[in-house]
């Protein structure tokens, strides 16, 4: 049980795209979902925690028009990195949790390079 | 800023060995936890040890957590190759389906055949 699944997987698009990230919780339902965003040999880090039908809380640094967060149900949370630069290039990570608490399910992420 | 380092970085073991990580934190905490990520994968929850909890044990892997020093060790016995990944501990100052968990730097294990 638990599965998260994370949509699309690879993400290659260019500068100035729009690109949206798919955070689906199959088996449960997700009454909080986490953003996260590694870089290559790094720890993740945590960019915003959003709650169903309300809107995110985003951690310091992570700008809210930039990253994009949508949760509309309680088994569907997205994540939109708007007008993307190569900067943003990097791999995002999302997870979920129940009522239950903790842990947090995570999904098996998404790649996104920005040429 | 991290809430947790982890020693060492990385650690490269004989399969059949056993591998010992570690994790310092800075802050009082609800629970840790202990996550295994495989290379462009996402993370697999492996143990999660309350703060009231001094050990805890699940399969070949064994859990301490020393709330007076801070520090949580995760020990792999008898290693398989399937074991290389990175892991990484995260502390968690509440146990609600909100709270955040702040992760270490993680440890890349290799297991060499």
New interface residues.
């Given amino acids: 049980g638990a599965v ?1 699944s ?1 949509h699309p997987s690879r993400v290659i698009c260019k500068s100035g795209t729009s690109v949206k990230i798919e955070c689906r919780s199959l088996d449960f339902q997700a ?2 979902m ?1 953003w996260y965003r590694q870089f290559p ?6 960019m915003a ?1 959003s ?1 169903e039908g309300s809107k995110a809380t985003y951690e310091q640094g992570v700008e809210k028009d930039k990253f994009l967060i949508n949760h509309a149900s309680l088994t569907l949370s997205t994540l939109t990195v708007t007008s993307a630069h190569p900067e943003d290039s990097s ?1 995002y ?1 999302c ?1 979920a ?13 998404t ?1 996104l390079s920005i040429l | 800023s ?1 809430q947790g380092e982890e020693d060492p970085q990385a650690l490269s073991i004989q399969e059949g060995e056993n591998a010992t990580m570690n994790c310092s934190y800075k802050t009082s905490i609800n ?1 840790l ?1 202990w ?1 295994r990520q495989n290379s ?6 492996l143990i ?1 040890i309350r703060s009231n909890e001094r050990e805890k044990h699940s399969g070949r892997l064994r859990v301490t957590l020393d709330t007076s020093k801070k520090s949580s060790s995760l020990l792999i016995t008898a290693s398989r190759a399937a074991d290389t990944a990175s892991y ?1 501990c995260a502390t ?1 100052t509440g ?12 440890t ?1 294990l290799s297991i060499r055949p």
Wanted: aromatic share 12%; net charge positive; no cysteine.
């Fill in positions: 998260v994370q009454t909080t986490f040999k790094k720890s993740l880090m945590l925690t709650n791999f990570i997870s949790t129940d009522r239950e608490g903790q842990p947090q399910h995570f999904g098996d992420g790649r | 991290q629970n936890q996550y462009g994968r996402g993370l697999v929850h999660l990484f968690a146990y609600s389906s909100a709270s955040k968990i702040i992760f270490g730097s993680g890349r």
